[in-house]
């Protein structure tokens, strides 16, 4: 369970969270919707303690991910994040790029952190370019490439931050496709997207955020159909 | 054609001077390397602010001519501190201070030319940082900084001619006392040059080597 109370978090004078409370089970596929600056991304990267909060606290299966007594390299073994620029490794083949971590992080044996990596690629459908350097890649082969490679650390979360925004609109399918995928097979993930269609398929539930503050949160049918806040109808219309 | 008086012991001798750039050389390389690694990863590490002290010796090795560096470092070394050590110690340290200096600030620029959202990306897996630089960032530095690197390599050796300041015999110097002898400067100077070339080349070459074999990827 991931447990957010009240955070807080400013760059320099700009306030990009304003107070945010979500609380996400497992099991659950929670999407965040929202105009760009509303805070959405920068809330993943807090979720995992790459960016530090100003108050409040997140926890993580009842840990606080920004005490300091937390091991961050530990705890992100179990959360696993896509972002939107793809960041395969460029001097590692597709293969060496799933089995790095699993080697170094998780310590696993050569063998089995190979015979790992190339059910994940098989999974995401990259299984033929197992031996191919990433800079082969197509945009959405690289994003899959990198989904395969959080799945392989095991995580018992998964974070997608726009993971779509950066690829030709041809490209994005395949990619939302390996996201559906795995929300069927129950993985716990909060994805921030700005793909309506998609996030009213999967989602059990959808946040808009909007400002730093999140104004709106509720199943997919519920948010769509019958927004509350003015913010978030001006926002589906303008979306739509 | 040539009608030389230079002998095969001649050659020999311009041999010998040609291995003692060829040591001088990767002495120095090595340690101003190892250094040079050291001192960029530090630059990178604590920002502009912290090693400005750093940066400024760095910027003293790197602006003041070496032959004053050679000569300034062995009066000090063996006259004010009175040390018992020789010529060819002090032009080793000095050199490789020297090489250490030019070298940090191609460490630093490889660093920073590796893009950051790789490296978080990196984190995000659980790497930590010592993982990430050894895994990550040394990798992709490497390819970028190279031919930067190849090329100070080339430079510190052409440069290691001037350490006959400090008596050491290398291959210029040999060259020199030869000509003083055989007065036949031009031809001696083809011939120090060639060995020159012979050594450098080599170098270059295994440079272009790795740079296409990394292409590749």
Redesign the interface.
Same mark, same amino acid.
């Given at each position: 369970m991931i447990e957010i109370e009240n955070v807080r978090k400013s760059f320099g004078a700009l306030e990009v969270l304003k107070g945010i409370d979500l609380t996400v089970a497992k099991g659950e596929v929670l999407t965040v919707i929202g105009g760009s600056g509303s805070g959405k991304s920068t809330l993943l990267t807090c979720i995992n303690g790459l960016e530090p909060i100003d108050s409040g606290r997140i926890l993580v299966d009842g840990i606080e991910v920004h005490a300091r007594s937390t091991n961050l390299n530990q705890l992100r073994r179990k959360i696993g994040i896509v972002f939107q620029q793809y960041n395969a490794f460029p001097h590692l083949t597709v293969l060496e790029n799933v089995m790095l971590a699993q080697r170094k992080v998780l310590g696993r044996p050569k063998a089995e952190a190979e015979a790992e990596a190339v059910r994940q690629l098989n999974h995401v459908g990259l299984g033929d370019k197992l031996t191919v350097y990433p800079s082969r890649l197509s945009g959405g082969q690289q994003q899959r490439m990198a989904i395969a490679r959080a799945l392989a650390m095991s995580p018992d979360y998964m974070l997608f931050d726009e993971v779509t925004s950066a690829l030709d609109p041809q490209l994005v399918g395949e990619v939302l496709d390996t996201l559906r995928l795995l929300a069927s097979e129950g993985m716990t993930m909060i994805c921030v997207t700005h793909e309506m269609k998609f996030a009213r398929e999967v989602s059990d539930r959808v946040a808009f955020f909007h400002q730093g503050v999140m104004a709106e949160i509720a199943p997919p049918a519920q948010l769509f159909e019958a927004p509350e806040s003015p913010d978030l109808r001006k926002f589906l219309a303008a979306t739509h | 054609m040539f009608d030389t008086a230079l002998t095969t012991n001649d050659l020999i001798f311009l041999a010998r001077g040609a291995g003692v750039t060829l040591i001088v050389t990767a002495i120095a390389v090595f340690f101003g390397t190892v250094m040079g690694i050291v001192f960029g990863v530090f630059r990178y590490q604590v920002g502009p602010w912290w090693a400005a002290p750093l940066t400024f010796v760095l910027d003293i090795f790197r602006s003041i001519p070496l032959l004053i560096q050679l000569v300034l470092a062995n009066a000090f070394v063996t006259t004010v501190l009175g040390w018992r050590v020789s010529g060819f110690t002090v032009a080793c340290g000095v050199l490789s201070l020297y090489t250490a200096a030019y070298c940090a600030e191609i460490v630093r620029g490889g660093i920073e030319a590796v893009?950051p959202?790789?490296r978080? $990306? $990196?984190?995000?897996?659980?790497?930590?940082w010592g993982?990430d630089m050894t895994?990550?960032v040394m990798?992709?530095a490497v390819?970028i900084a190279l031919p930067s690197w190849i090329g100070l390599a080339l430079g510190v050796m052409k440069d290691s001619a001037l350490v006959y300041v400090v008596q050491v015999v290398e291959l210029l110097k040999s060259a020199q006392i030869l000509i003083t002898r055989l007065q036949e400067p031009l031809f001696l100077l083809i011939v120090c040059g060639s060995f020159y070339f012979l050594i450098s080349f080599p170098i270059a070459r295994f440079g272009g080597y790795l740079e296409r074999k990394?292409s590749?990827?």
């Open positions: - | 893009p959202t790789l978080r $990306a $990196a984190r995000s897996l659980g790497l930590s993982q895994s990550i990798p992709l390819r990394w590749r990827d």
